[in-house]
């Protein structure tokens, strides 16, 4: 059952050097209980994105068209009111840094239970309890401690826990997480990874996890979106586009992921850089880094449905070498 | 602009392969102190109190030049032009007295200019050598480290948790009136904040590798400090700098005007205030509010400057 | 914490130890004591007596042992005007000048706050930007032609408030004070009004550079995800942020409200300390100059080390790193 329906979304930023169309045209849907990966390097729009369905676009940006179908409302069309009651009790979100997204001078306990009182109108203390519960689910130990600290009192993992347990307060339909392991240590990483997907699988709630780690994603994703300057350029079932991606970027990406490598061998890169979201290539903007770019690039490809299940904004996918490994 | 405009035409005619990225770079090449230029004047206001502030500097200078009267030679003042309103014309030759006169019968305007040319004076004198003191100490301190550093800094601590005003009174209450007195008392005000600023820019500047690079290359202290170190400070020490002119002008407006600070035979803005305040009860408002507002004028068109030369020189600020 | 509390006394105790060897210096060293601390009516035997009492016929070492002995003792010399020890004449002058001072940073403060952090909030609307607008001309326009304004418009051209003066007074734990009468509190306005305002834009431009920075933090966003009322944003997440440097600078600009109270108080003759510093000044009336900085130092260093503290009680990552420390 569809829970969110993303349809053409274009976010803009108007700076003073012009038009940056950070989220141009972006369109991605999600069941519930299903966790959409979103993927793509910096500057490619994806937090964009994710700030875009809560309706957290700070100025000179804002949703220029587009529609956000959230359980059956349009919410660019219900505007800031709307968004606000939805935010932190129907979708919660999670920042990528944990050492900025905690206000350094309130206690824990004051930021867990304005969250829960921000949306109900229940007594303090059984908003604390409330809270209690939520920071033993996330594993933390002697939550009523812990409540009456300050953030700098916790380390990064501890303070990413707090907030998915704020995420958790009122028990969302869609949480929407902007690379909340980036800033963490690998085995922190895994252990976070690990809960939030015994969280998914527990309460049925679905996440958007937006990230640029490939590696982070395919085990936990069950769909997989790749953004690139603005633009989804590929989508489908996550092993699937691991597997056998479809579009020479996504193919790019996933061979610049280290992994098991001899030592020595040279990683895969891609070539150059993103390009400036103020000063996109004419056609596919992908196309100056791309090995198998020709004139017919210099016009924007569709998104286009190539496989069952399966899209890539491309003139020429890799299929060829799909058939070649089907035949043999 | 047109520069910019012409780039970005050339670019869509470039062959589609060009990298788009360099289209960003190019315009890099323009030198910093162009962009400055080029920033400062996207602020109209900031643009008009630099005009304004020009205007007011060369009134300054040329004031025995283009004033009408030397309002202190008395042998030019007629006590029967004495407290005429603003527009009157004079007794004794005929012009015009466009901003009225005091007292004796001296031409506000001239007396206007003359006092302009004081309060400048004293401001600019006190503002180099506060500068180049605390240059002087604010770069030992930072390169020398250690004690040197720790001695320069506390005395800089000490002075600056005391309001200027109290230091600038006291050491004028012990010294006694005068213009070189009160640039004294300013210099001694003022060079705790260049150390601070120079020190502290150094400071960044000194942990960077270049720094470490030129004493590898064996340069020696003098040439690192002048010619690797100093010009980074140049920026934070404009802004200070347009601060604290503004501020010592109207300290110094303040020490005159509570009759402590130039004599009454060389009188600033502030004593022309000062002299005008008995009168401004009585009615005779142009003798103390046309140099106030030429106090004001001065000091609005230098924090205008000021203000945007901030924005322009601190590159964190720049969204 | 009480490490820190001991370490700081310490630099507070060296700050007024320095200005006295300074004004110690300035008066014994460089002048001639005879001359400063000296009436020059008196008589040979009134100068020897005096110059007894003060040790002036001894080696400079000593002189300053017996300067600072006196000192510690309250005693700063007699006024030659009025013939009473200096610092009883400038203790009577205290309240007047502590009364104006505070009423004035109430004032910075409460009219300051909510206007910095609205221009903060808003810095490209109309708001915002008449806001800092006026903060300039705050800042630029010097303190005593401002109250030469206050006094031609509200004074003179409207005749509502008296243009000097402090009006009648009552007193409390015996402290005389003026905001307790009708006509005190008219007395007080318009000085007050003249010492905040320049105060008062130094807290509005401090507010919204500070309520800038902490809009951009990754904490209001998350605030915000957090679907909190944007009142809820304001008064606690960003307020509680910027209160911090906000009332560490406003602490420290009560020492200077009390040094700029002497250009207040002479433009609208409100008979504090300052006003007195300035007619010694002009009578050379050096034992209560002298007496006037001494106990100015020692309120601004003692202003300066209560702000501290309560700074660090403030913020809870200072309070901790020095428990650490």
């Known amino acids: 059952m569809t829970l969110l329906q993303v349809e053409d979304l274009a976010t803009h930023f108007f700076t003073r050097d012009g038009v940056a169309k950070a989220v141009d045209g972006v369109s991605f849907s999600l069941d519930r209980g299903e966790i959409l990966g979103l993927v793509g390097e910096s500057g490619s729009g994806k937090s964009v994105t994710g700030f875009s369905l809560l309706g957290l676009v700070d100025p000179p940006g804002r949703i220029v068209s587009g529609k956000i179908v959230f359980d059956g409302e349009d919410l660019v069309k219900g505007g800031e009111p709307m968004m606000r009651t939805l935010r932190g009790k129907r979708i919660a979100m999670i920042f990528q840094d944990p050492m900025m997204t905690l206000n350094p001078v309130l206690r824990i306990d004051t930021q867990m239970v304005e969250t829960v009182l921000a949306h109900e109108r229940i007594s303090r203390k059984s908003a604390l309890e409330r809270c209690r519960e939520a920071l033993a689910r996330v594993g933390i130990a002697s939550p009523d401690e812990r409540l009456k600290s300050y953030p700098h009192q916790f380390s990064g993992g501890m303070r990413q826990r707090v907030a998915i347990a704020i995420a958790l307060l009122h028990e969302p339909d869609l949480i929407i997480a902007d690379e909340p392991t980036t800033a963490l240590d690998v085995t922190i990483q895994a252990q976070i990874l690990s809960e939030v997907q015994k969280l998914c699988a527990d309460t049925g709630l679905a996440m958007i996890w937006i990230t640029h780690d490939l590696a982070v994603v395919s085990g936990l994703a069950d769909q997989l979106a790749v953004m690139y300057a603005g633009k989804i350029i590929e989508t489908g079932e996550t092993g699937r586009v691991i597997e056998a991606p479809l579009h020479p970027y996504t193919k790019g990406l996933i061979a610049s992921v280290p992994q098991g490598q001899k030592h020595g061998a040279l990683l895969a890169q891609i070539p150059g850089t993103t390009p400036s979201l103020l000063n996109l290539p004419e056609g596919c903007s992908f196309r100056p880094r791309c090995p198998r770019a020709d004139a017919a690039c210099q016009e924007e490809p569709p998104l286009g449905a190539l496989l069952p299940g399966r899209a890539a904004r491309c003139f020429h996918p890799h299929l060829d070498e799909r058939r070649e490994a089907l035949a043999s | 602009m047109s520069d910019e405009a012409a780039m970005g035409l050339s670019e869509k005619a470039e062959p589609p392969v060009k990298q788009p990225a360099e289209a960003k770079r190019a315009p890099a090449l323009e030198s910093p102190a162009m962009r400055i230029a080029r920033e400062f004047c996207e602020d109209r206001l900031a643009v008009l109190g630099l005009v304004l502030f020009l205007a007011i500097a060369a009134i300054a200078i040329l004031a025995p030049w283009i004033t009408p009267q030397n309002p202190y030679d008395l042998a030019q003042l007629d006590i029967m032009d004495g407290g005429l309103p603003p527009g009157s014309e004079s007794f004794a030759t005929g012009g015009t007295y466009w901003l009225g006169t005091d007292e004796q019968g001296r031409d506000m305007l001239s007396a206007i200019a003359y006092g302009l040319r004081i309060s400048l004076l004293v401001a600019t004198v006190s503002l180099a050598f506060a500068i180049a003191i605390g240059v002087a100490a604010g770069t030992t301190a930072a390169y020398l480290g250690g004690k040197v550093d720790t001695l320069i800094m506390r005395v800089v601590d000490l002075q600056l948790s005391f309001p200027s005003i109290l230091i600038a009174l006291i050491l004028l209450a012990l010294f006694g009136r005068g213009i070189d007195k009160v640039i004294i008392a300013l210099i001694i005000v003022q060079w705790a904040y260049y150390a601070r600023t120079v020190r502290s820019s150094a400071i960044v500047e000194t942990r960077k590798d270049y720094i470490d690079a030129a004493r590898c290359l064996a340069l020696s202290h003098r040439r690192i400090m002048f010619r690797h170190l100093l010009p980074n400070c140049v920026p934070p020490l404009i802004v200070v700098g347009t601060v604290q002119i503004a501020q010592a002008i109207a300290l110094e407006a303040t020490l005159s005007f509570l009759g402590v600070g130039v004599p009454i035979t060389e009188p600033s803005l502030g004593l022309l205030i000062a002299n005008g305040y008995d009168y401004l009860l009585s009615g005779r408002y142009w003798v103390s509010i046309f140099p106030g507002i030429a106090l004001v004028a001065t000091i609005i068109a230098i924090n205008l400057v000021g203000d945007r030369l901030r924005d322009v020189l601190n590159p964190r600020l720049q969204t | ?325």
């Open chain 3, 1 to 325: 914490m009480i490490v820190y509390l001991v370490r700081r006394l310490g630099q507070s105790l060296v700050a007024i130890a320095a200005m006295a060897v300074l004004v110690f210096v300035g008066v014994y060293a460089i002048g001639n004591p005879v001359d400063i601390l000296i009436n020059p009516e008196s008589t040979q035997a009134q100068i020897a007596a005096t110059m007894q009492r003060l040790g002036l016929d001894r080696p400079l070492w000593e002189q300053f042992g017996i300067f600072v002995w006196n000192a510690l003792h309250g005693d700063l010399g007699i006024s030659f005007v009025y013939g009473r020890p200096a610092m009883q004449i400038i203790l009577e002058r205290l309240p007047a000048t502590m009364e104006l001072a505070l009423v004035a940073l109430v004032l910075s403060v409460s009219i300051g706050i909510p206007l910095g952090v609205l221009a903060g909030l808003k810095p490209n609307s109309i708001g915002g930007r008449s806001i800092m607008a006026g903060s300039i001309l705050g800042f630029s326009l010097p303190n005593f032609w401002q109250g030469m304004l206050l006094i031609l418009i509200f004074a003179v051209l409207l005749g509502w408030l008296p243009a000097g003066g402090r009006g009648e007074t009552v007193e409390v734990l015996g402290i005389r004070v003026s905001f307790l009468t009708l006509d005190g509190l008219k007395h007080l306005i318009l000085p007050a009004m003249n010492l905040a305002l320049f105060k008062m834009s130094l807290v509005i431009r401090l507010a919204r550079a500070n309520t800038r920075e902490v809009c951009l933090q990754d904490y209001v966003k998350y605030a915000r995800a957090k679907g909190l009322s944007s009142r809820r944003i304001v008064l606690v997440h960003i307020l509680k942020n910027i209160l911090i440097p906000v009332v560490t600078i406003i602490g420290l600009e009560l020492g200077s409200m009390v040094a700029f109270a002497i250009v207040t108080e002479t433009v609208f003759a409100w008979p504090g300390m300052g006003k007195l510093l300035i007619d010694s000044i002009n009578l050379l009336d050096r034992p209560v100059i002298v007496a006037y900085l001494m106990l100015t130092v020692l309120i601004i260093v003692t202003i300066n080390l209560v702000v501290d503290v309560i700074y660090s009680l403030l913020d809870p990552r200072v309070r901790l790193s020095e428990v650490d420390a």
